[in-house]
């Protein structure tokens, strides 16, 4: 994992749409808020009937919100 000190040392940087100079924007989501997601994103998987298509897709989702998990 990258980790990047952010100039002036502001505090925690919130979720939401981010941009590095003038590369194309993306999602910042906090860890914190990442495992919530993380964990719903489980519960809608193991809906019966849900397409694999969706199950497979929602599950990288997941996995890669999961991935904020602080281990020590």
Request: with cysteine.
């Amino acid at each position: 994992m990258t980790e990047i000190d952010l100039p002036g040392g502001s505090g925690k940087v919130p979720t939401g749409p981010m941009r590095f100079r003038g590369d194309w924007p993306g999602i910042f989501v906090r860890g914190d808020e990442a495992l919530g997601m993380a964990r719903i994103l489980h519960v809608i998987v193991a809906t019966p009937g849900l397409a694999p298509h969706f199950v497979i897709f929602l599950k990288e989702i997941a996995e890669l919100l999961a991935s904020c998990e602080v281990t020590a």
